[in-house]
């Protein structure tokens, strides 16, 4: 499938965002959210992905990160969604609490019922919308669009009031984020 965004290679800072599908809210929940923590924290350590901002919303991710020469960016993203995709399913099967199993169940079987390449369930839209940042302004508006998010959302009064996200380390004092960032 073709698209105009696509990953060009290594030289600049992408702007990435991924989707549930059917923009589900899963990432209501701390135990989902630190999933995809986990493995962008991973992807950190083991696969060359450097981030310079995050967020995570309820129904999606912005991130603003660039890739160690020699990294593949599609591939990284893709095992980034693929292995949420496989935990974070596992654990609403597995959760007894989860209120919303069998809803949240029906939408993605129904999406991997879609399309041949899924075992059984669809977590993830299928697009990344890689923006390269290759100017300061277009890095600096994503910056700020990435982490007003919540705020615009009415979720918080400031971005660093938001967990989930680098905003913490951005707009505050001597207060850290839960990833490790690479500043530009």
Same mark, same amino acid.
């Given at each position: 499938?073709?698209? !105009?965004?696509?990953?060009?290679? *290594?030289?600049? /800072?992408?702007?990435? #965002?991924?989707?549930?599908?059917?923009? @589900? &809210?899963?990432?209501?929940?701390?135990?989902? *959210?630190?999933?995809? @923590? &986990?493995?962008?924290?991973? %992807?950190?350590?083991?696969?060359?992905?450097? +981030?310079?901002?995050? +967020?995570?919303?309820?129904?999606?991710?912005?991130?603003? %990160?660039s890739f160690k020469q020699c990294n593949s960016p599609g591939?990284?993203?893709?095992?980034?969604?693929?292995? #949420?995709?496989?935990?974070? +399913?596992?654990?609403?099967?597995?959760?007894?609490?989860?209120?919303?199993?069998?809803?949240?169940?029906?939408?993605?079987?129904?999406?991997?019922?879609?399309?041949?390449?899924?075992?059984?369930?669809?977590?993830?839209?299928?697009? *990344?919308? /890689? +923006?390269?940042?290759?100017?300061?302004? !277009?890095?600096?508006?994503?910056? &700020?669009?990435?982490?007003? *998010? /919540? @705020?615009?959302?009415?979720?918080?009064?400031? /971005?660093? &009031?938001?967990?989930?996200?680098?905003?913490?380390?951005?707009?505050?004092?001597?207060? !850290?984020?839960?990833?490790?960032?690479?500043?530009?």
């Amino acid at each position: 499938m073709s698209t !105009k965004y696509k990953f060009s290679g *290594n030289d600049y /800072p992408y702007f990435i #965002t991924s989707t549930t599908v059917e923009w @589900v &809210d899963v990432f209501t929940r701390n135990l989902y *959210n630190d999933i995809l @923590v &986990d493995s962008f924290r991973y %992807c950190q350590i083991h696969q060359g992905l450097r +981030i310079h901002a995050w +967020i995570i919303m309820t129904n999606h991710f912005h991130i603003i %990160c660039s890739f160690k020469q020699c990294n593949s960016p599609g591939l990284i993203i893709k095992n980034i969604k693929s292995f #949420t995709s496989r935990m974070i +399913i596992a654990r609403i099967t597995n959760n007894p609490h989860e209120s919303r199993k069998t809803w949240l169940l029906d939408i993605f079987q129904k999406h991997g019922n879609r399309y041949k390449s899924n075992y059984k369930y669809k977590f993830w839209q299928r697009d *990344n919308h /890689p +923006i390269i940042l290759d100017t300061p302004i !277009k890095l600096q508006q994503r910056m &700020d669009y990435l982490h007003n *998010n /919540p @705020v615009r959302a009415g979720f918080v009064l400031s /971005p660093e &009031d938001w967990a989930y996200g680098s905003g913490i380390d951005y707009y505050s004092q001597n207060r !850290k984020g839960l990833l490790e960032l690479e500043y530009l």
